[in-house]
């Protein structure tokens, strides 16, 4: 079932996604060489104390991981493209590092992902890479507005991809949110235009285009969650909490201006 917020349940979800957004771009800048993955699991766990928050991936046992999950923020290195599961290591020059978080405040969720290289890229293609998913989160929430179809959505994202020569796994993609974090719809990052559910003003989604460099296919760490490239292809992640209202998508974790 989806649920269609108000105004005001729009702007508490905006709240939240400004939580969401100041984390990101705090942890972001932790991304340094040297610097160990846990240790910026730890200190998004004094950030979400500060802010009076509550991580969505704590204790989170969905059936496509082997839970319960036990941390509160996905950090996943390199090959690594989804859920990484926080662990002992050192960041080096060069690495990318996907951060994706979701947290809920007085009950709304927000769900917002970056992905950053570490210190100096080692290849242009990486850098390349990630503006791609950015490129293509831009190109979807253009596309989320009263009227249009999910398929827009979806072909919006798929159609960047295409463009630059990126290959797109449709396993996992954005979904709904709100009161939780994930709920209908489910939103592929491949569609077809003017296919699928009308959106509504009112319906909030978490967008997410994520690709690599290499085939599509992904392996399951030894963790249970950390999903990786099977090919050992760099990857990238970016995500936005978006809320479709009938003045035009409203980005509810863009970062402070």
Same mark, same amino acid.
């Given at each position: 079932? /989806?649920?269609?917020?108000?105004?005001?349940?729009?702007?508490?979800?905006? +709240?939240?996604?400004?939580?969401?957004? #100041?984390?990101?771009?705090?942890?972001?800048?932790?991304?340094?060489?040297?610097?160990?993955?846990?240790?910026?699991?730890?200190?998004?766990?004094?950030?979400?104390?500060?802010? &009076?928050?509550?991580?969505?991936?704590?204790?989170?046992?969905?059936?496509?991981?082997?839970?319960?999950?036990?941390?509160?923020?996905?950090?996943?290195?390199?090959? +690594?493209?989804?859920?990484?599961?926080?662990?002992?290591?050192?960041?080096?020059?060069?690495?990318?590092?996907?951060?994706?978080?979701?947290?809920?405040?007085?009950?709304?969720?927000?769900?917002? +992902?970056?992905?950053?290289?570490?210190?100096?890229?080692?290849?242009?293609?990486?850098?390349?890479?990630?503006?791609?998913?950015?490129?293509?989160?831009?190109?979807?929430?253009?596309?989320? %507005?009263?009227?249009?179809?999910?398929?827009?959505?979806?072909?919006? /994202? &798929?159609?960047?991809?295409? +463009?630059?020569?990126?290959? %797109?796994?449709?396993?996992?993609?954005?979904?709904?949110?709100?009161?939780?974090? #994930? *709920?209908?719809?489910? %939103?592929?990052?491949?569609?077809?235009? &003017?296919?699928?559910?009308?959106?509504?003003?009112?319906?909030?989604?978490?967008? *997410?285009?994520?690709?690599?460099?290499?085939?599509?296919?992904?392996? %399951?760490?030894?963790?249970?969650?950390?999903?990786?490239?099977?090919?050992?292809?760099?990857?990238?992640?970016?995500? #936005?909490?978006?809320?479709?209202?009938?003045?035009?998508?409203?980005?509810?974790?863009?970062?402070?201006?």
């Amino acid at each position: 079932m /989806i649920e269609l917020k108000s105004a005001g349940e729009i702007d508490a979800m905006a +709240a939240t996604g400004a939580v969401v957004a #100041h984390m990101l771009t705090t942890l972001s800048e932790q991304a340094r060489p040297g610097v160990d993955v846990m240790e910026i699991e730890h200190h998004a766990r004094d950030l979400l104390a500060d802010a &009076g928050a509550v991580s969505c991936y704590w204790d989170y046992a969905p059936s496509f991981g082997r839970g319960p999950f036990r941390n509160v923020v996905c950090l996943s290195v390199n090959d +690594a493209v989804l859920h990484g599961r926080p662990r002992p290591h050192v960041l080096a020059d060069g690495d990318v590092l996907s951060l994706d978080l979701a947290v809920s405040v007085d009950g709304w969720v927000a769900d917002s +992902a970056v992905t950053v290289v570490v210190g100096t890229p080692r290849e242009d293609g990486d850098v390349a890479l990630i503006d791609s998913t950015r490129r293509a989160l831009d190109a979807a929430v253009a596309a989320a %507005v009263p009227g249009n179809r999910l398929g827009d959505v979806s072909a919006a /994202i &798929g159609s960047v991809a295409d +463009a630059h020569g990126y290959r %797109v796994n449709t396993d996992f993609g954005g979904h709904g949110l709100g009161r939780t974090m #994930h *709920e209908d719809p489910h %939103v592929s990052n491949r569609g077809r235009a &003017g296919k699928g559910l009308r959106l509504r003003a009112g319906m909030t989604l978490a967008l *997410e285009p994520w690709w690599s460099r290499g085939a599509p296919d992904l392996v %399951v760490d030894d963790d249970g969650w950390t999903l990786r490239m099977a090919d050992g292809s760099m990857a990238a992640h970016s995500e #936005h909490t978006v809320a479709i209202t009938d003045d035009g998508p409203r980005v509810l974790t863009a970062p402070a201006a």
